[in-house]
């Protein structure tokens, strides 16, 4: 049987940059060749694969084609499940925080986008598929049916016309490019995810919106912000989750929670850390606040001036974001998408330090197995973006649990309508 790696090496992929969707049809066929869905990736897929075999001068082509390399040996740290219970797409995938919950609970991703071509590079490490690129380019007749639509779209601000006539209303906007998916092929439930501001952006319109073109696709809509640190990660990372399904509404008081974990417990032990080199105050008298963040101190440098109030100079509201730095004793803010925006000093063993990039992928329960590429800005960036993946593991448990019609086999599902 032959391995993922080794029909890229005979390919020479690496030296082929650029043509990421021929590589996205070659991959999708091949994660599906053993259900319908393959059937809307093999042209294309068929094409890329003889158009690299003649260039790469390899003979795997001239033999028989694609079928020469299947069935595939997927060496990969995640591959899907063998015997799936349901399907699911993967839009805005990023590194895939929604497939490895997803995958873990038995759904199999029959489709997924992601336009950062690191981001894909990872995801192909990871998932042995390289995910289509931009969604507002794609045919969408090729997104196959599925049972779980997962969506952590970009938290592109749009304002609304007013006339919510129909989700055309957001044209031009990403989330359009979701309501024409989901209208298309109507999947039993819809999963979305955001920033908290979200729920507040433009007086409340843009959530409203948002709800309301759901519901007039037929989705029954419940929503709610949860926190990450309530599901066993040191991280106070708060994100709404929109849930749509069209018979049921779904039960956000069901999703099992945890208490709060604290930062050093998921501390490496060992490690070339860096330190703080710079002036810095710790504060003798660190409060917990409710969220579980501990104001240990700060960076000595740019403090808010204007409009401080006498003994209040050690709050960290004074303090800008970046120069904060929190207790291990407690949780850690959310993570940035960019390493220059600061947030990432621990108050731990009495020294001041970064949190090291694994920590990073920990404290968002990446588990110890998930490949990193090698470009730290982009490894940042690719966190930052990302969700913590025990809170769409409890949420995804849930939607199989309360939604899920159960009863249809996958293999119906994923047909090609
Ligand atoms: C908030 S992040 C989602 C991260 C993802 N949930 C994860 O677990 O890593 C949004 C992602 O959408 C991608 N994106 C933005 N615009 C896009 C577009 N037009 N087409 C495809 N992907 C896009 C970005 O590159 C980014 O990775």
């Known amino acids: ?12 992929v690496e030296n082929h940059t650029g043509d990421t969707e021929g590589l996205a049809f070659l991959t ?37 084609g694609l079928q020469a390399m299947l069935p595939i040996k997927w060496d990969i740290p995640f591959p899907s499940p063998k015997d799936p219970e349901f ?3 993967d839009l805005f ?24 071509q690191h981001a894909q590079r990872a995801y192909e490490l990871n998932f042995g598929e390289v995910p289509f690129g931009d969604i507002t380019k794609l045919d969408i007749n090729i997104v196959p049916k599925h049972n779980i639509l997962c969506a952590g779209f970009p938290c592109q601000p749009f304002s609304i016309s007013g006339k919510m006539k129909g989700f055309e209303d957001t044209r031009g906007t990403l989330i359009y490019h979701v309501f024409e998916i989901i209208e298309k092929r109507k999947p039993e439930v819809v999963l979305l995810e955001n920033v908290k501001h979200l729920v507040y952006h433009d007086k409340k319109r843009t959530l409203a919106t948002i709800v309301q073109h759901l519901e007039d696709l037929g989705y029954k809509v419940s929503k709610k912000v949860l926190n990450a640190s309530d599901f066993g990660v040191p991280q106070n990372r708060e994100r709404i989750i929109i849930i749509g399904h069209r018979e049921k509404v779904f039960d956000f008081s069901k999703i099992k929670k945890q208490a709060k974990p604290v930062l050093k417990d998921f501390l490496d032990t060992k490690n070339d850390f860096e330190y703080l080199d710079e002036p810095y ?11 579980g963040l501990i104001f240990a101190g700060y960076r000595n440098k740019t403090i808010r001036k204007a409009g401080v109030r006498p003994g209040t100079e050690h709050l960290s509201r004074v303090h800008k ?3 904060r730095i929190y207790s291990t004793e407690g949780v850690h803010p959310a993570l940035p998408s960019q390493e220059s925006s600061g947030r990432f000093w621990i108050w731990h063993e ?34 930052g973006n990302s969700v913590a993946i025990p809170m769409i593991n409890a949420v995804a448990e ?20």
């Open 87 to 89: 399907t699911f797409i």
């Open 398 to 417: 849930q939607i199989k649990k309360q939604l899920l019609n159960t009863k249809s086999t996958p293999n119906e599902t994923i047909r090609v309508a």
């Open 1 to 12: 049987m032959i391995n993922y790696s080794s029909i890229r090496e005979k390919l020479k």
């Open 350 to 383: 009495k020294k001041v330090r970064k949190l090291t990039i694994e920590e990073c992928y920990r404290i968002m329960g990446f588990p110890k197995n998930f490949k990193m590429i090698y470009n730290r800005g982009e490894l940042y960036k690719q966190i």
């Open 281 to 291: 105050t710790i504060l003798k008298d660190q409060k917990r606040q409710v969220s």
């Open 93 to 116: 995938a990023g590194i895939g925080g929604f497939r490895i919950p997803l995958q873990e609970l038995g759904g199999k991703c029959v489709f997924s986008s992601e336009f950062n």
């Open 321 to 323: 974001q970046p120069n």
């Open 28 to 64: 999708h066929y091949l994660h599906n060749h053993e259900n319908g869905v393959a059937e809307s990736y093999q042209q294309k897929a068929t094409e890329y694969f003889e158009l690299r075999a003649k260039e790469s001068g390899i003979d795997i082509a001239a033999d028989s």
